[in-house]
């Protein structure tokens, strides 16, 4: 890989000896993205699905260790029944291929967020692509699934709740390490860099404890039509930023 490379006329160059450990997208705009077509929202989902793949791949391709993508909120139950049933379905089809391809592709893939509520097909699947490909090293993809910030830290604190009563320990002995310990993403080091394409500013509720210091990158295009080109943007303008956690 060379070190600087240009993606396109307006992608700045990339440094990558220097990328971001972990990047996070919150996948939005499906809806959006098939309703300028004329489609129905569920082709959005479909195109959404696609590249995915196409960023995953990459993201593996260019030397990426850690990639989350936000696939479907705690919140997302809210909608129509049709549009989860065709979301739920979809998934179900990454899976199935995702397994088939695990040889070719490499890619350790774990999932954050409570399975429990998805139809036992889809939580078996999921379970069975995170135990097979847990051997990969490499690139990491987390799909975060009826996942919500602020749920997974309302499990963690429940959880050293437990354990104060259960075990006597002191509330004043909890670290903020025990908190990030107990959470879905346990083990994986903080996003970096993230990234919301669609024009909507805000986090919709992913990764609140996680983001604390991340970069984020806002951008109007779609996801469907989120490009390589629009990844490398990203980090281009990641690597610009001076971080100071707080310093000088
Ligand atoms: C993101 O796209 C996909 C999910 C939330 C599952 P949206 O479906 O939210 O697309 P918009 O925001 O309505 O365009
Ligand atoms: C965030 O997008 C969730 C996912 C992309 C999975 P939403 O479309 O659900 O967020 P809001 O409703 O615009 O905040
Ligand atoms: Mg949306």
């Known amino acids: 890989m060379p070190l600087f490379r240009k993606a396109s006329s307006d ?8 990328l971001p450990r972990h990047v ?7 809806g959006r993205w098939a309703k300028k077509r004329g489609l129905p929202r569920t082709a959005g989902h479909a195109a959404g699905a696609e590249t995915f793949r196409t960023i995953a791949t990459y993201a593996k391709e260019i030397g990426l260790e850690y990639l989350t993508v936000y696939a479907f909120s705690t919140e ?3 909608r129509p029944e049709d549009e989860v049933a065709a979301i739920m379905k979809l998934l179900k089809k990454y899976l199935l291929e995702a397994i088939e391809q695990m040889e070719r592709d490499r890619v350790k893939m774990a999932f954050f967020g409570d ?3 998805l139809h036992p097909e889809l939580r078996d699947l999921c379970r069975q692509t995170q135990e097979i490909s847990k ?9 975060c699934l009826n996942y919500g910030g602020r749920d997974e830290i309302t499990r963690a604190v429940r959880e050293l709740a437990a354990e104060c009563v259960r075990e006597g320990r002191d509330p004043a002995s909890i670290t903020e390490q025990d908190i990030s310990d107990r ?7 903080d996003p970096d860099l993230i990234i919301r394409p669609s024009g909507e500013v805000r986090t919709s509720n992913f990764l609140l404890w996680q983001s604390a210091y991340s970069e984020y990158y806002f951008t109007d295009v779609l996801w469907p039509d989120f490009s390589k080109e629009e990844l490398l943007r990203s ?3 990641f690597q610009r930023r001076s971080r100071r956690y707080g310093g000088v």
């Open 11 to 18: 992608t700045p160059e990339v440094d990558f000896e220097h």
């Open 24 to 30: 996070a997208i919150i996948m939005d705009g499906n």
């Open 76 to 78: 997302n139950w809210k």
């Open 115 to 117: 399975l429990t509520p």
């Open 135 to 143: 051997r990969y090293e490499g690139c990491q993809v987390n799909i």
């Open 183 to 189: 959470l879905f993403s346990a083990g994986v080091p």
């Open 235 to 237: 980090i281009a303008d």
